[in-house]
């Protein structure tokens, strides 16, 4: 199970870059550094009605 997480060996999967390689350590280290960033307020603008949005902007704080 080198170079995987346990979720990523159960369901037998893997991270490659486009090329189809495994990731270089500058390509792992943005794709660690990019999950640190919260998408929850993002979550507001596809909101269906304002009701909604605000439910989610209130959670949010």
């Known amino acids: 199970m080198p170079g995987r997480t346990p979720g990523k060996f159960i369901f037998g999967t893997c991270v490659v870059n486009t090329d189809g390689y495994a990731p270089s350590l500058g390509q792992a280290v943005g794709r660690t550094l990019c999950r640190m960033i919260p998408c929850e307020p993002f979550s507001v603008?596809?909101?269906?009605?304002?009701?909604?949005?605000?439910?989610?902007?209130?959670?949010?704080?």
């Open 45 to 61: 603008l596809f909101a269906r009605d304002s009701e909604r949005a605000y439910r989610l902007a209130r959670i949010n704080r």
